[in-house]
């Protein structure tokens, strides 16, 4: 959460550069924007509520800059809680991701001391302690490591001074890249690649506890004893992905459509490194697969697959609970984490965890070079190509083909997983089209002003249920809950009422349970949503699913959710691209 840009060249005003490197950047927070540069050795700010993509930002003088997108964790939405912050000089400006758990001890030392503190964020702390080192003579590069060695938490900052025209940064648990620009003699930072892929592909990774000084050239440092360490610069192959809504209104409503190329680029893996991980999967001494949010909804259809395919028991743990299950954890154990960024803060948490105890790791992302790519013994790219809008699609059904994939490979099917996945990317083709959209925006013009909508799956299908939950939730605010079938008259089916609507997901076999729930929400006067490949007389309104295997009709049954989410968001009014409180990527706990 939260983004961080920096510039540094000897010719170029800084901000349009660090503008456009930070609308890049926008889906890892949303708040407010800010930015700093420098000039006649005076610090230039601006600051704003909203996203950077949508305000117009006042011109700021100088070549050297640094800027953030802001999630709010320590303090509230407010101009004065943006970054950056500074110190009581006014001479040093600091941009921040992540969350500096000690925060509060340190700002009342500092109190103490006569700083005066402006907000409520704890990012603040970090100006007023390389202040008070400064006073006393201590260098800049110095005064960063003992910062970073200060501070408790996932951390990466970024500090630029007004005097020496130095930007240096400290990574510690989040991401920071730097790109190099040798012809023109630019150096570009960021939390994200994406930020700059278009202006250079040549760029240098800053690892835990390093810190990087850029003036002219960037020089490497180890953050724990200071010594200068050399960096490799990694040439990023290809030609640089497009993020682009195209013709589309929004990302989200792009990225569901591009589920007609996915599902085949997800599957497209070397044969032999499914086979090895299979092996690995065969032989661990428990499996673990872990994810938060919708990957972890993943990892729970995950444990399904394995079941009905392999006939193998795997555990799916949401990672923010995976500290409770930590004792068993032998180095005989295959921890496989779903991610589409990689950088979700409490997966990374529970690797660290799996790592200490010598588990094996595996890892199956979107964002190659990812902080999980780097934590995994073997790491699966799922090729969904560029995500933006928050709410996950298209890199959900590849992780879900990818892991049905695995599943079968396991049980000795690769070929038969193979020929039922790429019949599935063919139906799931055939079903993206108008007319189909037509018919989904339909039923969201029909329940649109709903509060409350429960789904119901069984089997292979229940996790889809909580899938769903989170789709029409974060896109539309309307309150959803999914069920197991099964449990509906154990409680839930109390929130039925007249007209409450209760989308119903059917698989592709034993369909009669599922059913005979329908019925029985539907007599007490639920509309009844159908979500299957045939029309059933329970239901209000059938929205039809291709005839796909049994395995893999969930995936396809999600794609109409999705379009509802889209749709229900955009009938209420929504920013669906970028919903409240929401960011992309989850890096603090
Ligand atoms: O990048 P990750 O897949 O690790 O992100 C995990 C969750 O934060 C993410 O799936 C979240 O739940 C999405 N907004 C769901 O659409």
Not at 24 to 48: A, C, H, M, N, P
Not at 304 to 321: L, P, R
């Amino acid at each position: 959460m939260c983004g961080i840009v920096g510039y540094w060249n000897n010719q170029k005003n800084a901000l349009p550069i660090l503008i456009d490197s930070l609308k890049k950047l926008e889906y890892r927070g949303y708040d407010s924007f800010g930015f700093v540069t420098i000039s006649d050795s005076k610090l230039y700010v601006e600051r704003q509520i909203g996203k950077v993509s949508s305000v117009k930002c006042r011109d700021l003088p100088g070549i050297v800059g640094i800027g953030h997108t802001r999630w709010a964790t320590h303090g509230k939405v407010t101009e004065t809680n943006t970054h950056p912050h500074r110190d009581c000089t006014n001479t040093i400006a600091v941009v921040h991701n992540g969350i500096i758990e000690n925060f509060q001890e340190i700002k009342s030392s500092l109190i103490e001391k006569g700083h005066r503190f402006l907000s409520e964020t704890d990012t603040e702390i970090l100006a007023h302690l390389i202040e008070e080192d400064l006073k006393f003579g201590m260098s800049l590069k110095n005064s960063v490591m003992k910062t970073g060695s200060l501070i408790k938490g996932r951390n990466a900052f970024v500090v630029l001074h007004a005097l020496t025209k130095e930007i240096i940064a400290f990574r510690n648990g989040s991401p920071l890249i730097i790109g190099i620009k040798k012809d023109s003699n630019e150096i570009f930072l960021a939390s994200d690649i994406q930020a700059f892929l278009d202006k250079t592909k040549e760029v240098m990774y800053l690892d835990d506890e390093e810190l990087v000084l850029i003036k002219e050239n960037p020089e490497f440092y180890d953050a724990k004893n200071g010594e200068k360490i050399e960096k490799r610069l990694i040439s990023i192959a290809g030609e640089v992905e497009e993020s682009q809504k195209g013709d589309y209104s929004h990302f989200m409503l792009k990225e569901i459509m591009d589920q007609k190329e996915t599902i085949i680029s997800a599957i497209n893996q070397d044969d032999l490194e499914i086979m090895h991980v299979a092996k690995e999967i065969n032989e661990a001494k428990g499996i673990f697969f872990i994810g938060c949010g919708t990957a972890a909804r993943v990892c729970h259809f995950a444990e399904y697959v394995f079941s009905h395919i392999a006939n193998k028991h795997i555990n799916f743990i949401t990672a923010s609970e995976f500290e409770n299950y930590k004792h068993f954890l032998l180095p005989e154990t295959l921890v496989i984490a779903i991610s589409q960024s990689g950088e979700t803060a409490d997966v990374l948490e529970a690797l660290e965890v799996a790592k200490q105890k010598g588990s094996k790791i595996i890892s199956v992302v979107n964002v190659s070079n990812s902080s999980m790519t780097k934590i995994s013994d073997y790491s699966f790219l799922i090729n969904a190509g560029v995500e933006k809008a928050v709410a996950s699609t298209k890199a959900t059904t590849s992780q879900m083909a990818i892991t049905t994939l695995l599943a079968y490979a396991c049980a000795g099917k690769l070929r038969e997983g193979d020929r039922v996945l790429v019949d599935l990317a063919g139906k799931v083709n055939d079903m993206l089209n108008p007319r189909y959209s037509e018919h989904i925006k339909k039923l969201a013009q029909i329940i649109h002003k709903k509060e409350n909508i429960l789904i119901i799956g069984r089997g292979l299908n229940y996790p889809i249920s909580l899938e769903s939950a989170i789709k029409i939730m974060e896109v539309s605010y309307i309150h959803a809950q999914g069920f197991a079938g099964g449990e509906l008259k154990h409680g839930p089916i109390a929130l039925v009422e007249e007209g409450t609507p209760v989308i119903v997901l059917v698989g592709n076999e034993n369909t009669g349970e599922v059913i005979n729930n329908a019925i029985e929400v539907k007599s007490r006067g639920a509309y009844v949503i159908g979500i299957a490949s045939k029309n059933n007389q329970a239901f209000d309104y059938w929205i039809k699913t291709p005839n796909t295997d049994e395995i893999t009709t969930p995936i396809a049954n999600l794609i109409p959710i999705q379009l509802l989410s889209f749709y229900l968001g955009i009938l209420r009014g929504h920013d669906v691209d970028y919903p409240r409180s929401l960011a992309k990527s989850v890096t603090v706990k």
